[in-house]
Structure formats: C-alpha cells, structure tokens
C-alpha cells in the first residue's frame, strides 16, 4: 500500500486546516488507518485513528478539535482540524495496518505510512 499525504500548510492559531492521504496499491488489505505527528526535537505521537468499521479513536490533546473521517469508495483519509494551536505544529503523517497474503501464501501485517505534511501553526 502506498500513502500519499497532501494539504499542510501555515495556519493561524484558531484557524482550521483539512490534510488528506491517498492509499494506492493494496487498498482491499487495508484495515486500521490514522495520523501521527512529530514536531522538531520530539519523538513521533499517534493523533488520531479509525477503524474499518469507522471507529475512531484522539489523543487528548487534540480530543474535540480534530475529526478524522476516510471515504473508502475514494481510498481517501482526512483529519480536519480545527482551533489549531502553535503546538499543533508538526510534521503530519498518514498511516495504515494492512494485512494480506504474499505471493507465496505467507500472511502478512504490516504497517505502511505516507511521507509526510508540514502543518505549522504561527501568527
């Protein structure tokens, strides 16, 4: 499976912001997908994910802000983000768990990511 993040950008603090991530390849073997961050110095943090089924589940620090939300008809992930802070900048990236099996018959998990979307947050 192949990601591909679009959409950062540089917001003002309590602006909003939608980034997106397009899966390509394997996109049937894909179950859990999400976004993780990493800022400048600190190690990369989970932000948000959601199940096959739509469930979805935040890190505290962005629970009632952000919204994640993915189109399976489109093969399509979205975080739309919302009162964004100074400390919501980062390094964004999309990810998701798949699962299949290999050309031999041997069951495979992994988990791919996305390269990755500035999203800074300054006056």
């Known amino acids: 499976v192949q990601l591909q993040a679009s959409g950062g950008g540089l917001v003002q603090p309590g602006g909003s912001l939608r980034i997106s991530c397009a899966a390509s390849g394997r996109v049937d073997s894909i179950n859990d997908m999400g976004w993780s961050r990493q800022a400048p110095g600190n190690q990369r943090e989970l932000v948000a994910s959601i199940t096959s089924g739509d469930i979805t589940n935040y890190a505290d620090s962005v629970q009632g802000r952000f919204t994640i939300s993915r189109d399976n008809a489109k093969n399509m992930l979205y975080l739309q983000m919302a009162s964004l802070k100074p400390e919501d900048t980062a390094v964004y990236y999309c990810?998701?768990?798949?699962?299949?099996?290999?050309?031999?018959?041997?069951?495979?998990?992994?988990?791919?990511w996305g390269q990755g979307t500035q999203v800074t947050v300054s006056s």
């Open positions: 990810w998701a768990n798949v699962n299949y099996f290999s050309d031999y018959g041997v069951p495979v998990a992994a988990k791919s």
